[in-house]
């Protein structure tokens, strides 16, 4: 046994002889080699000593009381093997017909990195002849963490990896069944919160689509049935992977519950030669004792400071227009038309302008329309600089119709089977068919044609889009053995090219659209600095969609929904006021999608002052802490609030439709402000004279509920109150805190 090493920390690692504690803020996660060699993990939760948790060996015989069943639970990392019936973390085959598998303790080491501890736990599997590494990431200033593996080959004869999961999770055993609260949806009903229990029996939430889906995000949350908005034991957990994925979890007939994530193993498989190395994408948890609203700050927290580009951390989204409401991607986009647009838009305050479908040649010749764009697209981008506007474009690159340029000259591009050619069985009569980025020359094709626009048309934004899914997951001549890894090889080859773009343009805004949110994942977001988290522009709808989307994503991400548009009607057939358009646009980022030439003066003048109020309320909004305070899901109303860590400012956000008529909203108390400060109220969207003569005295006594100085202490105790009636009402709060201590 090595010598134990002992040192006294709370955020960082410990070991002592077979035992290592990982400590996070106020979580412990941890874990201990068995007498067999297996890691068992002991505890995850809130923080706990080295000796409070007995031995492996006694915590598994004291659950299970049998030999049998006791070795394989509450595994680290459970290869499949023997008595093993719970969802595996690694399969693993071979030619010589050896399919078992069981990784056993060899070595660990602790290093230190820049902004982190990281523990290696090395195991070797007799069978296999198999190295696999567990690898754990503990930061200087996170309660989050991280696990990965990776899978080497050091035999002599190739293998099979058949599942490869990024992590397994073991709950403690609780006086109650948990709860798991996900996030499901489709198209245009996006990051719908949903909770259900668990009971023995196994829960699959999962993506075989080729991306990381709008039926599902990446992501879990387990709480014991009790926890709210403020307070709760929540253990969570979200995968950093953009293709198929898949989260396993379960509780067997003991009790025991567990999770197990990583890349789906449906139609997967990676060939592994000698020498060879599987790595998996990494998936960050973390355990918070205050609730859904504190994982979420955590989880926001972790983010900005761990993953977002480090160019754009602390910066604020500017105020959109995009095209594509105006034009859509049809004739009536062209240079006369889009300058037209481009000089209303520079009068309304607008800071970006977003030439969006149709100024492509084709899809799949990434080159100006030459009819539309005779003189390309570097005049535009030159105006909309003079305008004091940045510039962009968007496109979808990992499509092109079979008539295109690229469809013609490269037919062994398209994704498909053998023999097969293409047929869309998606959406009938189309030829638009999805370029198969698993083959290395299709992204390097598209990269340079990216970049070659970005560089000439001088470019400051990018919008990647992807409408397709893999419905012939294939190519027709594959280059090597091992073509189920397209799923695999796809994904890394879209890596490759955003990090790529992302390094030689590090200011370039980039955002991620896919079909709305069809990649909002960790993954894939850690290059781009905005998030289409939908194609419906409905703003009621956008309620829910942000209380779910802001789960796990930073509000200041959130795109897609968050226009002031008059593009609503092909979802819902709803006529939305400006105001409540603007005001849940401002939960994220604020985007203007209006053909201007049609708006009237009146309109203009409304946008140009929605704009200004964005601009000032932002920078709390998109850096500041993120509450709910009361939810759509539950109520005819809804109440969010954003406080700036230094507790300096807050923004309040109000939002009521299908409001009874003798109804009243109650009292709200806020949260995560300073008790001790003295806070200004400005409201903003208030009810007009107009109104207060409709509704008598009593709306106006509300109405100045908003207004005056009131201490951080009343603000959580007693609360504040709107006048909201109806439909589309709404309502904003700005508090800036003007002295430290009570009057």
């Known amino acids: 046994m090595q010598k134990p090493i002992i040192k006294e920390a709370l955020m960082g690692i410990v070991r002592n002889g077979n035992r290592f504690l990982l400590n996070a803020g106020g979580s412990s996660y941890l874990i201990e080699i068995s007498g067999d060699g297996l890691p068992v993990n002991l505890h995850w939760g809130a923080s706990a000593g080295m000796s409070d948790v007995p031995d492996a060996d006694f915590v ?36 010589d017909g050896i399919r078992n598998c069981m990784p056993m303790f060899r070595n660990a080491q602790i290093r230190t990195e820049k902004d982190a501890e990281v523990l290696e736990i090395e195991l070797s599997d007799p069978f296999q002849h198999l190295d696999v590494t567990l690898f754990y990431r503990v930061y200087n200033d996170s309660p989050l963490m991280e696990r990965r593996a990776s899978i080497h080959n050091a035999g002599d004869c190739p293998r099979t990896l058949e599942s490869v999961m990024s992590a397994c999770f073991q709950l403690p055993q609780l006086q109650s069944d948990y709860r798991l609260t996900h996030l499901h949806g489709r198209w245009g009903h996006e990051a719908m919160i949903d909770r259900i229990p668990v009971h023995q029996a196994r829960t699959v939430l999962e993506s075989r689509s080729g991306l990381s889906g709008s039926a599902a995000m990446p992501f879990f949350a387990l709480d014991q049935g009790d926890a709210t908005e403020c307070c709760g034991d929540v253990w969570f957990g979200t995968l950093h992977w953009s293709g198929n994925w898949k989260i396993s979890v379960e509780q067997d007939g003991y009790g025991d519950t567990s999770v197990c994530g990583g890349i789906h193993d449906f139609d997967f498989a990676w060939e592994l030669p000698p020498g060879g190395t599987f790595q998996t994408p990494p998936f960050t948890f973390g355990f918070v004792r205050g609730g859904f609203g504190e994982m979420t700050r955590e989880l926001h927290r972790h983010y900005r400071t761990h993953l977002e580009t480090p160019e754009f951390r602390g910066t604020c ?21 889009v300058r037209e647009q481009m000089e209303l838009a520079a009068g309304t305050g607008c800071e970006l302008f977003i030439l969006d479908a149709g100024w492509q040649q084709s899809i799949g010749e990434w080159v100006p329309h030459r009819e539309k764009f005779p003189n390309g697209l570097r005049p535009l981008a030159d ?21 295109s340029k690229t469809g013609l000259e490269h037919p062994e591009w398209i994704m498909t089977f053998p023999g097969q050619g293409f047929r869309n069985e998606l959406r009938e009569n189309e030829n638009r068919a999805l370029l198969n980025f698993a083959i290395p020359d299709v992204m390097e094709t598209m990269y340079t044609a990216i970049d070659h626009q970005i560089t000439e048309a001088g470019l400051d934004y990018f919008k990647i889009d992807m409408n397709r899914c893999f419905t012939m997951p294939g190519w027709e001549n594959p280059p090597f053995s091992g073509e189920r890894s397209i799923w695999v090889r796809y994904v890394e080859n879209i890596y490759e090219l955003f990090a790529r773009l992302r390094k030689r343009h590090p200011t370039l805004i980039m955002e991620n659209c896919a079909c709305g949110n069809g990649r909002a994942d960790w993954g894939f977001l850690r290059f781009f600095n905005r998030c289409n988290r939908s194609d419906n522009q409905d703003s009621l709808d956008e309620l829910k969609l942000h209380e779910g989307f802001s789960y796990l994503h930073l509000p200041k991400f959130a795109g897609g929904g968050c226009h002031i ?9 709803r006529t939305i006021p400006m105001q409540f358009q603007a005001y849940t646009g401002m939960l994220g980022s604020l985007a203007i999608g209006r053909k201007l030439a049609e708006c009237s003066e009146a309109e203009r003048k409304a946008l140009r002052e929605y704009g200004v109020l964005y601009k000032k309320l932002r920078n709390t909004i998109h850096n500041g802490d993120f509450h709910r305070i009361a939810s759509h899901f539950d109520h005819p109303y809804a109440v969010y609030e954003y406080v700036l860590p230094d507790c300096s400012e807050a923004v309040v956000f109000f939002f009521g439709h299908a409001l009874q008529f003798s109804g009243r909203l109650p009292l709200f108390r806020l949260r995560g402000l300073d008790p001790d400060g003295i806070y200004e109220l400005t409201p903003y969207g208030e009810p007009g004279e107009e109104e207060v003569r409709q509704y008598g005295t009593a709306l106006y006594d509300v109405r100045e509920s908003l207004r005056g100085k009131r201490s951080g202490a009343g603000l959580m105790s007693v609360g504040i109150r709107a006048s909201l009636f109806g439909d589309f009402a709404s309502r904003i709060v700005h508090l800036k805190k003007i002295q430290e201590k009570p009057l």
């Open 60 to 95: 598994q015989n004291f659950l299970h009381r049998s030999g049998r069943r006791a070795r394989v639970v509450r595994q680290e990392y459970p290869a499949w093997h023997g008595a093993l019936f719970t969802e595996p973390a690694l399969k693993v085959a071979g030619k």
């Open 317 to 337: 989204q500017p105020l959109i227009v995009n095209t594509y409401a105006a034009f859509g991607s049809g004739a009536e986009m062209n240079e006369k038309n």
């Open 383 to 403: 105006r909309a600089h003079e305008l004091g506007m940045k510039f962009g474009i968007w496109a979808e690159v990992e499509s092109a119709d079979l008539d």
């Open 565 to 573: 548009s008059s593009y609503t009607g092909h979802i819902n057939r």
